[in-house]
């Protein structure tokens, strides 16, 4: 079974927090996804990565930042938290065929 | 633009009668199409998918129709279960294109 762990099942930040949410694959999936989740938008895709140390823009990437330094972990970085911010938050990954997500981060920015 | 709309935010269905969720894409590029149902608090889970070259896929319970002329997929789900009360998100991908693209989500309650 395919499992992708994302390190924080709730996260509460202050406003202009450098905020680092972590994801972790373990089925050697060469894409890998950060996607937000927000009433009445469905998932809205941040940014993704096709392999190591490559990544690319989704829809919504302004005031994100994304690393991926080792092919099982794929990290989304919040520069500095606005309360705009605050959403669930998806890490998927992929083969050829369907995307495998996460548990989900809920994350607060008060 | 949405490429993927689901236009239905909610649906109610009755225990045992047919559940129906539909989803629209524009791009016709598209040829991999996905459902996933999601529960509060979890991540979604992948449910059944099609490519393009099929127009029905069944897996138990579960039935993915596809009309590409219309550009339009559905899922049935028979019977309906009460453990079947999720939202419901549909996605698009562009074959060997690493994006998938969703909808907004369709909340389907099943009442006992």
């Known amino acids: 079974d395919v499992k992708v762990t994302q390190s924080s099942r709730y996260l509460v930040k202050r406003t202009g927090e450098k905020v680092f949410l972590e994801c972790v694959q373990d089925m050697d999936h060469e894409n890998m996804f950060w996607y937000r989740q927000d009433p009445g938008l469905g998932l809205r895709l941040i940014y993704f990565s096709y392999d190591v140390k490559m990544k690319e823009k989704g829809d919504i990437p302004e005031g994100y930042s994304v690393s991926r330094e080792k092919k099982e972990r794929f990290s989304l970085i919040l520069e500095s938290a606005s309360t705009n911010q605050t959403s669930m938050y998806l890490c998927?990954?992929?083969?050829?065929?369907?995307?495998?997500f996460g548990q989900g981060t809920r994350l607060t920015v008060v | 633009d949405q490429q993927v709309k689901q236009n239905s935010p909610s649906l109610s269905v009755q225990e045992g009668r047919i559940s129906i969720l539909n989803c629209d894409y524009t791009?016709?590029?598209?040829?991999?199409f996905l459902w996933y149902k999601k529960y509060p608090a979890e991540g979604p889970t992948f449910l059944i998918s099609?490519?393009?070259?099929?127009d029905k896929n069944e897996d138990g319970r579960f039935t993915v129709f596809l009309n590409k002329s219309a550009k339009h997929l559905s899922l049935h789900i028979v019977p309906s279960q009460p453990g079947d009360s999720a939202v419901y998100f549909c996605?698009?991908?562009?074959?060997?294109?690493?994006?998938?693209?969703f909808g907004s989500g369709t909340k389907l309650n099943v009442k006992p």
């Open positions: 998927a990954s992929s083969f050829t065929g369907e995307a495998f």
């Open positions: 996605a698009a991908r562009v074959y060997n294109f690493n994006k998938f693209y």
């Open positions: 791009n016709s590029m598209f040829d991999y």
């Open positions: 099609i490519s393009s070259i099929k």
